[in-house]
Nanobody, 124 residues
Framework: QVQLVESGGGLVQTGGSLRLSCAASGRTFSTVTMGWFRQAPGKEREFVAAINWSGLRTYSSDSVKGRFTISRDNAKNTVDLQMNSLKPEDTAIYYC?????????????????WGQGTQVTVSS
């Protein structure tokens, strides 16, 4: 069982940066793939980035590629999302999620554990 708690959201201007962090509890953290998703008002939840259990393989959506970086520290049970060059369209609630799949998945239906979300707002 994995429990997830996100932090680091907030208000930032266009072009700014934020770093989200997800703290996980549970002995299986180092064996699961972790992902970040986001959901804007009136829109479906969408994939942002994922990282496999070892941290050696990462995946990201085309909309954030080159701007967002996902990383993890299995010793600390954390997964981070560094967000640079933020745009107003990045405004959303960001969720951390875990899946037992060993390869990165972009489908939210593959993820069985979710955090409560953290709000990111980018002003123009």
């Amino acid at each position: 069982q994995v429990q997830l708690v996100e932090s680091g959201g907030g208000l930032v201007q266009t072009g700014g940066s934020l770093r989200l962090s997800c703290a996980a509890s549970g002995r299986t953290f180092s064996t699961v793939t972790m992902g970040w998703f986001r959901q804007a008002p009136g829109k479906e939840r969408e994939f942002v980035a994922a990282i496999n259990w070892s941290g050696l393989r990462t995946y990201s959506s085309d909309s954030v590629k080159g701007r967002f970086t996902i990383s993890r520290d299995n010793a600390k049970n954390t997964v981070d999302l560094q967000m640079n060059s933020l745009k107003p369209e990045d405004t959303a609630i960001y969720y951390c999620a875990a899946t037992p799949r060993t390869t990165g998945s972009t489908s939210l239906y593959d993820y069985s554990h979710w955090g409560q979300g953290t709000q990111v707002t980018v002003s123009s």
